[in-house]
């Protein structure tokens, strides 16, 4: 099993977009950018903080998981696409997905991080050998 | 806004475990330790893919989120405790939500990534000034 996490954070994201203050509006925008990137949602949940705060939500893929929270009252916005590469090479997609989500909310600034997931304990790819024990 | 971001890569986990294959287990084992660190859930959703596949799923916190995706036909699990600091420093609530959750998988080894998702456009700590434009 290896992994990839890629992580932005938005800042300068206007309030008054609907998807900062609206769960229909962040579910929509996040269903449609799984659907977007080729990846598989099989459940999501969104919950509205009261006022000022906002929206934070999740869509749980096949491939693992899409998070995104946001902060109206800071303009502020958090996205996770966490994608398993365990039948094939996702990261496309997540890159994808990432970008689909990030777009929408027309931030000023956005902070990108990847981390990889990979197992230490990974087999090598298949062709290759096993190194010396 | 602030946050930091835990994550924990588990291997060599027993596959029998009930938390590797069944939802309601994980779901315990996570809404247990989201109590112990003393987060706040505002919502939670699990999945179970068909076997040999494992189980998905995602708690929604007011402080952010919990995630965890378990493969026992790999005898891996991941875990992601991303937590705000917006109200209060949680970076100790996310260490001891990451460690309650990490434990009871008895993996043969973990590894373990920080981020930090904190602002580039962050206003300085109280008291300091703002930085000359």
């Keep these: 099993m290896n992994a990839v996490h890629l992580t932005a954070d938005l800042h300068g994201c206007p309030a008054g977009l609907p998807a900062m203050r609206d769960t229909e509006a962040l579910r929509e925008l996040c269903l449609h950018a ?31 998981h899409l998070a995104v ?34 777009a929408p909310f027309g931030a000023a600034q956005v902070l990108r991080q990847r981390l990889s997931r990979s197992s230490p304990a990974a087999p090598p790819p298949a062709g290759q050998p096993h190194p010396p024990a």
């Design 69 to 102: 929270h946001t902060w109206p009252e800071h303009g502020t916005v958090t996205v996770d696409a966490f994608v398993c590469n365990a039948s094939a090479d996702n990261t496309g997609r997540a890159e994808r997905l990432l970008e689909a989500v990030v």
């Design 34 to 64: 799984v659907r977007e990137a080729g990846l598989q949602a099989v459940g999501e949940l969104f919950h509205r903080f009261p006022a000022p705060g906002g929206v934070t939500g999740a869509v749980l893929l096949a491939e693992s």
